[in-house]
């Protein structure tokens, strides 16, 4: 490895050190859920049933597809979890087992729970500081409760443009490297070609369902946007 590559890896090597040390993330993400979870009486505990039965109790496979006047509470679920949920969950907690023992997934269980209070709160402000756009389109997010909540619009583009590059182009890229170095590993397959077939099939699923990857993709970049939007308003028929 060149000079160069050694240096940044080290300083990379450190950042993230730092970030994800207990001096920064493990902290204050554990200790803001523990302050959601006692601020609002275990919400995890105490409405968990109320947002099973709202999540899917009208789920069904003859539904509308998400419009403009938003989506059911079922297909804002899938969403936010197609938004997160990819192979660095997997790979993550594979190392997470192999640096730190199986005990891992213990805390793993407690800081989702915990976890469980903060989304709960980001949900909610993101309900409250929505808003409806010229074309009837429900918006919201972390961008717009930070503006709005907060009144600081830089912070807001700050976070619109950090998890822009985080999912993007950062996200995509450990993603695919995870899925390559698990092929490659597992049937000696180059990565390039893993590379290629995943780019091939991206842009396939994309060039078939153009609509419904715009709407996922504008959820993506905030989860809560269209979280428990309005419910749709029937068009009477003509008579």
């Given at each position: 490895?060149?000079?160069?590559?050694?240096?940044?890896?080290?300083?990379?090597?450190?950042?993230?050190?730092?970030?994800?040390?207990?001096?920064?993330?493990?902290?204050?993400?554990c200790g803001v859920g523990i302050y959601f979870t006692l601020k609002l009486d275990f919400i995890q505990i105490r409405r968990f049933g109320l947002a099973v039965k709202s999540t899917f109790g009208g789920l069904t496979l003859h539904?509308?597809?998400?419009?403009?006047?938003g989506m059911s509470s079922f297909q804002s679920l899938a969403t936010a979890i197609a938004a997160q949920v990819g192979t660095g969950n997997l790979a993550g907690a594979a190392t997470a087992i192999a640096m730190g023992g199986p005990g891992a997934i213990f805390w793993m269980w407690i800081a989702a729970f915990f976890g469980m209070a903060t989304i709960f709160a980001e949900a909610v402000l993101a309900q409250t500081y929505k808003t409806t756009d010229d074309q009837g389109h429900v918006t919201g997010g972390p961008a717009y409760y930070i503006?709005?909540?907060?009144g600081s619009k830089k912070l807001?583009?700050?976070f619109s443009i950090s998890i822009i590059i985080a999912l993007g182009f950062i996200g995509n890229m450990v993603q695919s490297n995870s899925i390559a170095d698990a092929f490659?590993?597992?049937?000696?397959?180059?990565p390039l070609l893993i590379?290629?077939?995943i780019s091939a099939l991206a842009a396939s699923s994309a060039r078939a369902s153009?609509?419904?990857?715009?709407?996922?993709?504008?959820?993506?970049?905030?989860?809560?946007?269209?979280a428990w939007a309005p419910p749709r308003t029937p068009t009477p028929s003509p008579k």
């Amino acid at each position: 490895m060149c000079p160069v590559m050694d240096q940044l890896t080290k300083i990379v090597s450190e950042i993230n050190g730092f970030l994800w040390g207990m001096d920064c993330l493990i902290p204050l993400l554990c200790g803001v859920g523990i302050y959601f979870t006692l601020k609002l009486d275990f919400i995890q505990i105490r409405r968990f049933g109320l947002a099973v039965k709202s999540t899917f109790g009208g789920l069904t496979l003859h539904g509308e597809r998400a419009g403009k006047h938003g989506m059911s509470s079922f297909q804002s679920l899938a969403t936010a979890i197609a938004a997160q949920v990819g192979t660095g969950n997997l790979a993550g907690a594979a190392t997470a087992i192999a640096m730190g023992g199986p005990g891992a997934i213990f805390w793993m269980w407690i800081a989702a729970f915990f976890g469980m209070a903060t989304i709960f709160a980001e949900a909610v402000l993101a309900q409250t500081y929505k808003t409806t756009d010229d074309q009837g389109h429900v918006t919201g997010g972390p961008a717009y409760y930070i503006s709005k909540g907060l009144g600081s619009k830089k912070l807001a583009a700050f976070f619109s443009i950090s998890i822009i590059i985080a999912l993007g182009f950062i996200g995509n890229m450990v993603q695919s490297n995870s899925i390559a170095d698990a092929f490659q590993t597992a049937f000696s397959l180059p990565p390039l070609l893993i590379g290629v077939l995943i780019s091939a099939l991206a842009a396939s699923s994309a060039r078939a369902s153009r609509k419904p990857c715009a709407t996922a993709w504008r959820a993506a970049c905030s989860p809560t946007r269209r979280a428990w939007a309005p419910p749709r308003t029937p068009t009477p028929s003509p008579k």
